[in-house]
């Protein structure tokens, strides 16, 4: 007869499978003591209180999660913490100041690019990422390459209207 076995405690194991992650987030370097299962998502909003980053689907579907890393966009949702050792991280919170707005932030406002505003900070994360890459050039390319960043709100006309304005220049070609 097999006996039942008590259930066991990982906590203790948790604790000691911390690891210690250096890491620049929006020009801060941080040195923190993390679990390797910590998203970066959740690295962001939980640990360092930065909750411009938004959850939406925690799936890698929507892009409302979307930070820079080293420039480049990514999704915080599909990565983890501990990947990103020894990178800087870019959130909404790093783009611009409220008195004084990155280009695309008053691109937004211009062009009447949210509503609910919840996938905004991914939109514009996302469209700085797209024209560090310099791979659009024209109006469909951005729409195509902005596809992984869903607006439950419909704005996408705004939104691909702002970023063509700062993107030409103010010509909206
Ligand atoms: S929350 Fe990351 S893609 Fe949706
Ligand atoms: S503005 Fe509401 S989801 Fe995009």
Redesign the pocket.
Known sequence: MQIPSAPVDHSADRTAEKRELFITVNGKDQVLLVDPWVSLLDLLREHLDLTGTKK?CDHGQCG?CTVLCDGKRILSCMTLAVMKNGSAITTIEGVGEPAALHPLQQAFIDHD????????PG?ICSAIGLMNEGKARTREDVKELMSGN???????IG?IDAIMEVKTGGSNE
Do not use: E
Not at 113 to 120: I, S, W
Not at 150 to 156: E, H, S, T, W
């Open positions: 939406g409302a690019a949210f509503q609910c505003g919840y996938c905004t939109q869903l607006c439950r709100c419909g704005a996408n939104i």
